[in-house]
């Protein structure tokens, strides 16, 4: 089995983005992200209601941390030469579900819609796919998506991931099953 150890939280940088851990200073900015309609439109979870809902799921993503199941970054621009203040938290990325018997993760990746078409979420990807597979010496990454989020299985496509499954009716959300896709990529330097 894989031995996970993150006694620091493992902060990533891209040409453009910080991923980071995420604390009590980010609860309106996921509030923010996480009740956006266009966001949330292909994540199957309700609108969040409240700062609580916030403050709530960045707990559980501590949480998941620390029993190794899972770890999430923050993502937010990296400083600008002449800006005082951090851009705060755009998006959220990381490993949402880890096997780590099987040496496998499951990804997962949503950004705020004004941060949309820049690249910044391919960048992201890319950096997490490195990490995970060098640092964390996953064999495989997972991600499930709706049938209809075109943008997501562009990036997914444009990092090598291959579709694996098509689920009918295998999800249940707002009172409809919806399908999902089910796309893997394979560790092809270990």
Excluded: C
């Amino acid at each position: 089995m894989l031995f996970v150890n993150f006694d620091t939280f493992p902060t990533l940088q891209t040409d453009r983005l910080l991923l980071h851990a995420m604390s009590e200073k980010h609860v309106a900015d996921m509030f923010r992200l996480r009740s956006n309609p266009l966001a949330m439109q292909y994540i199957g979870k309700p609108l969040m209601q409240s700062e609580s809902d916030a403050k709530d799921l960045i707990d559980a993503y501590s949480r998941n941390l620390r029993d190794k199941i899972g770890i999430t970054w923050g993502i937010s621009m990296k400083r600008v030469e002449g800006l005082q203040e951090n851009t705060g938290l755009i998006g959220t990325i990381g490993f949402h579900k880890m096997d780590l018997y099987n040496h496998r993760a499951e990804i997962g990746y949503m950004i705020h819609p004004e941060h949309w078409l820049k690249g910044l979420m391919s960048e992201a990807v890319r950096r997490i796919i490195d990490y995970g597979f060098k640092n964390m010496q996953f064999h495989s990454i997972e991600a499930k998506i709706s049938p209809d989020n075109q943008a997501s299985r562009k990036i997914l496509l444009k990092h090598g991931f291959e579709r694996e499954a098509y689920f009918k009716e295998s999800f249940y959300e707002n009172g409809k099953f919806l399908d999902t896709e089910i796309y893997s990529l394979l560790n092809k330097t270990a």
